[in-house]
């Protein structure tokens, strides 16, 4: 018996699925999702051979459910559904492991039929290799040791876990090694015990990434010199099988520093981040987990943006990525989320097409998660700031007519202030003023009253007792959760954590 996982936000299209998976001979589904987060709990339990899921979802997309399910077991048969307009999605399915898509507009019973037949197809391979899997245990296991890795505490293992998660370790030496994989995927190695490591276990960790646990040989001696040689060449024979990165941990001889040993392979292969030409990571120093000022950078940024001092905006965005780079921060996915931070701070500072702001960093963030080392991050950061645009020449630059106009707006921006306003205060006709305003400040007139608020609104978030919707009436918002929105789309925070986070230092 095929067991089946459904997985679809719409009842009619579950329905269907279910109805006609259940009349087909050999198949049988064992649960049925309303989103990501359902069919990962019942996948958690049921341990189906087949998924069908969908890419939309509430609560969790099919996306992250895939990613999820695939660090527990990367052999799971799975096929997506979507249509036309979600092919693209459909592809980043393909890449985290789903063996086919279904357009949704064209499934018949007989496509489905065939997706079933290719499942069960994959399910006989997988017995007849001998690799079935006692399920349960190795995956209560795996997730307990992705635990100690990606936990942020240095958590000890005990024999008593070592026993109830089945760990095949012997007391003695042993060593981690973290198999980055170069594309995407489940890492299919075979090396033979003895000639490095024994007692291996391979541990999924995330998408490209598996641990392997294992004792240090005893062929390699006792000499730490000998050792290291030894499984150096032993990384180098994996990365003669698989294309990839090796982070391989020191040798430790105590069991319950097991995390301790997995954590440092994990940190230590992401230094192929810097060093994209090496390939095995060994005996090095790791850098900080994150920028110790990273939250610094961010509001020191936002504050000359909002200024519109650029040319200092620009120093210290200089300065974060300086120092990103001399630190060889190891918690790659944050570091991408802070480079992306300042490009997000940038365009809406300086834009006031918001769809077309949302268009353009929805690109370069989907550019900056592929980057594969920091000199392409740092290009994908250069490229944004090009496209974007800033400049602007400075207040003391600007003509009689664009100063009045400022100080105008200075006086007024908590009222109902538009263009046309301030256009007759300075004399001249909106459409002029406009453009001029635009080639002299170097962003339009509805972006520069926005920051002016802004502006003010940081002030009295630092100096006074101000609630902070009193706070939003002062600057000119009318509506808190519009305010908010917009503060967290400049500033990284909401207006209310702003406030805390300034109190508290």
């Known amino acids: 018996m095929v067991n089946v996982l459904v997985a679809d936000d719409e009842v009619p299209i579950r329905q269907w699925l279910e109805f006609c998976i259940n009349k087909m001979e050999g198949y049988h589904v064992v649960g049925s999702a309303s989103n990501g987060a359902e069919g990962y709990s019942i996948f958690r339990k049921t341990n189906p051979d087949v998924i069908i899921t969908d890419i939309r979802?509430?609560?969790?997309?099919?996306?992250?459910?895939?990613?999820?399910?695939?660090?527990?077991?990367?052999?799971?048969?799975?096929?997506?559904?979507?249509?036309?307009?979600?092919?693209?999605?459909?592809?980043?399915?393909?890449?985290?492991?789903?063996?086919?898509?279904?357009?949704?507009?064209?499934?018949?019973?007989?496509?489905?039929?065939?997706?079933?037949?290719?499942?069960?197809?994959?399910?006989?391979?997988?017995?007849?290799?001998?690799?079935?899997?006692?399920f349960e245990d190795i995956t209560n296991r795996n997730y307990y040791l992705r635990s100690l890795v990606l936990s942020k505490q240095d958590i000890q293992v005990s024999d008593a876990m070592l026993r109830e998660y089945r760990i095949p370790l012997v007391k003695g030496e042993f060593v981690a090694l973290d198999i980055m994989m170069d594309e995407d995927g489940p890492l299919r190695l075979e090396l033979p015990e003895g000639e490095g490591l024994e007692h291996v276990i391979k541990v999924p960790l995330e998408?490209?990434?598996?641990?392997?646990?294992?004792?240090?040989?005893?062929?390699?001696?006792?000499?730490s010199s000998r050792q290291m040689s030894g499984l150096y060449q032993y990384c180098r024979r994996v990365a003669d099988q698989v294309p990839c990165r090796i982070g391989c941990s020191d040798i430790y001889n105590d069991l319950r520093r097991m995390g301790v040993a997995m954590r440092q392979a994990y940190d230590r292969v992401q230094l192929s981040f810097y060093h994209p030409r090496e390939t095995i990571f060994s005996g090095v120093r790791t850098g900080k987990y994150r920028l110790t000022g990273g939250e610094k950078y961010k509001i020191l940024f936002s504050k000359e943006m909002v200024n519109q001092n650029y040319r200092r905006a620009v120093e210290i965005k200089d300065e974060?990525?300086?120092?990103?780079?001399?630190?060889?921060?190891?918690?790659?996915?944050?570091?991408?989320?802070?480079?992306?931070?300042?490009?997000?701070?940038?365009?809406?500072?300086?834009?006031?097409?918001?769809?077309?702001?949302?268009?353009?960093?929805?690109?370069?963030?989907?550019?900056?998660s592929a980057a594969e080392n920091l000199d392409e991050l740092d290009g994908v950061m250069q490229?944004?700031?090009?496209?974007?645009?800033?400049?602007?020449?400075?207040?003391?630059?600007?003509?009689?007519?664009?100063?009045?106009?400022?100080?105008?707006?200075?006086?007024?921006?908590?009222e109902s202030l538009a263009l046309p306003d301030v256009a007759s205060h300075v004399g001249l006709s909106a459409e002029y003023l406009s453009r001029?305003?635009?080639?002299?400040?170097?962003?339009?007139?509805?972006?520069?009253?926005?920051?002016?608020?802004?502006k003010h609104a940081l002030h009295l978030l630092e100096t006074t007792n101000l609630k902070v919707y009193e706070v939003a009436e002062q600057v000119g918002y009318s509506n808190l959760s519009y305010f908010s929105t917009v503060f967290k789309k400049n500033f990284g925070q909401n207006p209310f954590d702003y406030k805390n986070n300034f109190r508290n230092g």
């Open 320 to 368: 974060m990525m300086a120092e990103a780079r001399a630190e060889e921060i190891t918690d790659i996915e944050y570091l991408k989320k802070l480079y992306l931070f300042f490009l997000t701070s940038l365009y809406y500072f300086t834009k006031d097409d918001v769809s077309r702001v949302e268009e353009q960093l929805a690109k370069l963030g989907l550019e900056m």
């Open 436 to 454: 001029l305003f635009k080639e002299e400040t170097g962003v339009k007139f509805v972006v520069y009253l926005n920051n002016l608020r802004l």
């Open 207 to 223: 998408l490209k990434h598996t641990i392997l646990l294992g004792n240090v040989s005893r062929d390699l001696g006792v000499s």
């Open 383 to 414: 490229r944004g700031f090009e496209q974007c645009g800033y400049g602007g020449v400075g207040a003391q630059g600007y003509s009689a007519s664009i100063q009045n106009a400022v100080r105008y707006m200075e006086e007024h921006f908590a």
């Open 57 to 134: 979802m509430p609560v969790m997309d099919g996306l992250e459910m895939l990613k999820m399910i695939r660090n527990l077991n990367p052999a799971v048969y799975a096929a997506v559904l979507t249509s036309h307009e979600d092919f693209e999605y459909a592809r980043q399915a393909i890449k985290l492991g789903a063996s086919e898509y279904i357009l949704k507009i064209e499934i018949t019973e007989e496509s489905l039929r065939q997706v079933l037949a290719n499942g069960r197809q994959a399910a006989r391979v997988e017995m007849a290799d001998g690799r079935e899997r006692q």
